[in-house]
């Protein structure tokens, strides 16, 4: 895969018809069943490249963001702002 986009990317996902904003990238989402966290196991968690809120509303609250992976992208409407702390931070971003 290539690198990942920079924030303010708005894309368009397989099946959907609302634009997304990504404000969030390398999302681990940990299961809500906390059980095993409390004792003392780590919890499963799953990766995802991306997390979006609507565009042009933006964050509203927690229901109302989406994580989703760089293959589920059909569209890249517009890509986010890009300089040289951005470059830095995809090497970080290739690491983790």
Excluded: C, W
């Amino acid at each position: 895969m290539e690198k990942l986009l920079p924030n303010g990317t708005i894309v368009l996902l397989k099946g959907g018809n609302k634009r997304l904003m990504i404000y969030g990238r390398k999302q681990l989402i940990v299961d809500s069943d906390q059980e095993e966290a409390a004792e003392g196991k780590p919890a499963d968690g799953t990766m995802y490249d991306y997390l979006g809120v609507f565009y042009p509303e933006g964050y509203i609250n927690q229901e109302y963001t989406y994580v989703f992976n760089h293959t589920d992208i059909i569209d890249i409407l517009y890509r986010g702002y890009e300089d040289e702390e951005e470059e830095e931070f995809q090497k970080v971003l290739d690491d983790a």
